[in-house]
């Protein structure tokens, strides 16, 4: 069978047209990704009950966390006693949004049983309704000490955006897949240039 001339030439240069197409089309698609999610509203921590680096003289019977804004019912928080450095153990807890908070502002932690004294970590993940289908909502800690007290560096509290690779650091997931979608797209143009 006779081929015309030029005819692989053009193969491969169609083939090139389609990967530079969906090279560039999927770097697009991160990229907006990535500035869709800088855009979107996260709740952030205003207080909480007892309050980070509190030091109390009675357990209490209950852990209230406040945000700026109102929560997806898949929000949570945990409790663990710290027994010892690097040892934390979960405490026994119920944990929902706060029925009496008609704003849905608030997160409840319930502790079933009396806490022994020590030092309590909370952890905290916010999810606003807007984000329920989206890998990145807001996390926290924080600590509280019942007869004893928080060392000095852990009397602040933290929080960062879920999806943070170095929470605090700014260099964040949200960061990665924009610069991925650059790179995606810078390669697509060089695709092309290399075809003409």
């Known amino acids: 069978m006779h081929r015309q001339p030029g005819h692989g030439f053009r193969a491969r ?5 389609i990967g530079r197409v969906l ?13 869709a999610e800088l855009l979107i509203a996260r709740a952030r921590f205003i207080e909480a009950e007892p309050a980070p680096g509190a030091t109390l003289a009675a357990p209490p019977s209950r852990v209230q966390i406040r945000f700026d804004r109102a929560l997806h019912r898949s929000s949570y928080a945990t409790v663990s006693i710290v027994t010892e450095p690097g040892t ?3 405490a026994p807890i119920t944990r929902r949004l706060d029925l009496d908070d008609p704003a849905r502002r608030t997160l409840e932690i319930l502790l079933e049983a009396p806490p022994p004294r020590g030092l309590y970590s909370v952890r905290w993940h916010a999810r606003t309704p807007a984000l329920y289908f989206t890998p990145w909502s807001r996390e926290g800690r924080f600590y509280f000490g019942v007869g004893v ?6 009397t602040s509290g933290e929080e960062w955006d ?10 964040d997931a949200r960061t990665f897949v924009i610069v991925s979608g650059l790179i995606c797209l810078t390669l697509g143009a060089l695709l092309s240039w290399r075809t003409r």
Do not use: C, K, Y
């Not at 240069?13 to 047209?17: S, V």
């Not at 007290?149 to 852990?154: D, I």
């Open 13 to 17: 240069a169609r083939g090139w047209t």
């Open 23 to 35: 090279l560039a089309g999927f770097g697009a698609f991160m990229v907006l990704l990535g500035l």
């Open 88 to 90: 934390i153990q979960p």
């Open 149 to 154: 007290r928080v060392p000095p560096h852990l």
């Open 162 to 171: 879920e999806g943070s690779l170095n929470p605090g650091t700014g260099t």
